[in-house]
């Protein structure tokens, strides 16, 4: 049975930073496309950033430059380093994984994911 945690959610004010990680248990993060989502109340869940097997890295141009998305393989562990962080990037922030399958060509469908986390909290105010 797989299960994704995330953890490191929290409230900062604007120009902070947080850590997210997420935890896989029952399958193997080197294999497929892994990514970090958020949904804030009444908008679609969008994706802000993936890494796929060939290390591979997408991000959305709202926080390009500012996060960075990075795997410790022998761990298991997803990460979404958020720097200078502003009040729109409130959100619940979650983890999405397709083993298998490079990240290329649908890295920001929710559809196209099998697994999801439980989703940790961000705040930021300004």
């Known amino acids: 049975q797989v299960h994704l945690v995330e953890s490191g959610g929290g409230s900062v004010q604007a120009g902070g930073s947080l850590r997210l990680s997420c935890v896989a248990s029952?399958?193997?993060?080197?294999?497929?496309?892994v990514a970090w989502f958020r949904q804030s109340p009444g908008k679609e869940r969008e994706g802000v950033a993936s890494i796929d097997e060939d290390g591979r890295t997408n991000y959305a141009d709202s926080v390009k430059g500012r996060f960075t998305v990075s795997l410790d393989n022998a761990k298991n562990v997803l990460y979404l380093q958020m720097s200078s962080l502003m009040p729109e990037d409130t959100a619940m922030y979650y983890c999405?994984?397709?083993?298998?399958?490079?990240?290329?060509?649908?890295?920001?469908?929710?559809?196209?994911?099998?697994?999801w986390g439980q989703g940790t909290q961000v705040t930021v105010s300004s």
């Open positions: 029952g399958l193997t993060y080197s294999s497929g496309c």
């Open positions: 999405a994984a397709r083993p298998s399958l490079s990240c290329r060509y649908f890295w920001t469908s929710v559809p196209r994911y099998d697994y």
